[in-house]
Nanobody, 125 residues
């Protein structure tokens, strides 16, 4: 299983970015995927998760600003980030796991999931 993130970069506060995660080698019919982020020196935190039936979950800090989506035809996971704030600055990682779990806790995903290499998002004026 391979996950490859793209779309990170630098943006001013209030701006938008869309992250993509291309997934290959993953054949489970029932799955969950998610976006996580990590600031240097802090634990990785869940941002948004989605499962194969379309159910989704968001961290309170991003509700109303971020949207997670998936394209099953191209096996790609997306994170549309709007109204970005400086505190959104982090390395963003995508993850995939078998099952229907939508929790945002890193510990479960760390044990069970497959991970990408991360993409940097910097929000600064």
């Amino acid at each position: 299983v391979q996950l490859v993130e793209s779309g990170g970069g630098s943006v001013q506060p209030g701006g938008s970015l869309r992250l993509s995660c291309a997934v290959s080698g993953y054949t489970y019919s029932s799955y969950s995927m998610g976006w996580f982020r990590q600031v240097s020196g802090k634990e990785r935190e869940g941002v948004a998760t989605i499962r194969s039936d379309g159910g989704a979950n968001y961290a309170d800090s991003v509700k109303g600003r971020f949207t997670i989506s998936q394209d099953s035809a191209t096996n790609t996971l997306y994170l549309q980030m709007n109204k970005l704030k400086p505190e959104d600055t982090a390395v963003y990682y995508c993850a995939a796991a078998q099952g229907t779990y939508l929790g945002l806790g890193y510990n479960w995903w760390r044990r069970i999931g497959y991970w990408g290499q991360g993409t940097q998002v910097t929000v600064s004026s």
